[in-house]
């Protein structure tokens, strides 16, 4: 069973940056892909995900102040996230996909706020 664990997510003053791990038990090239979704109340939205050949994706909301990338020995993605906004608020989770089958961790919370 593939586990996934967030870390990093706290509480910052906008402007701020936070940086955003995800621990997987399986080597992370064992997926197609990986990605950070962020979930408010109603909806859980992918912020940037990057494939198994590296290339990344990002919501138009947090391109140029988020970049998502991974570290395969530590088996570790990681999302940093600099000019936080209030808007970025709400609940990080890691997502890994391997054909039909999706996988989450618990989530992190970010809360960005004067």
């Known amino acids: 069973q593939v586990q996934l664990e967030e870390s990093g997510g706290g509480s910052v003053q906008p402007g701020e940056s936070l940086r955003l791990s995800c621990g997987s038990s399986?080597?992370?090239?064992?997926?197609?892909?990986m990605g950070w979704y962020r979930q408010v109340p109603g909806s859980r939205d992918l912020v940037a995900s990057i494939?198994?050949?590296?290339?990344?994706s990002y919501a138009d909301s947090v391109k140029d102040r988020f970049t998502i990338s991974r570290d395969g020995a530590k088996k570790v993605v990681y999302l940093q996230m600099n000019s936080l906004k209030p808007d970025d608020t709400g609940v990080y989770y890691c997502n890994a996909k391997i054909l039909r089958r999706a996988y989450w961790g618990q989530g992190t919370q970010v809360t960005v706020s004067s």
């Open positions: 494939n198994v050949g590296g290339r990344t």
């Open positions: 399986e080597n992370i090239f064992n997926f197609n892909s």
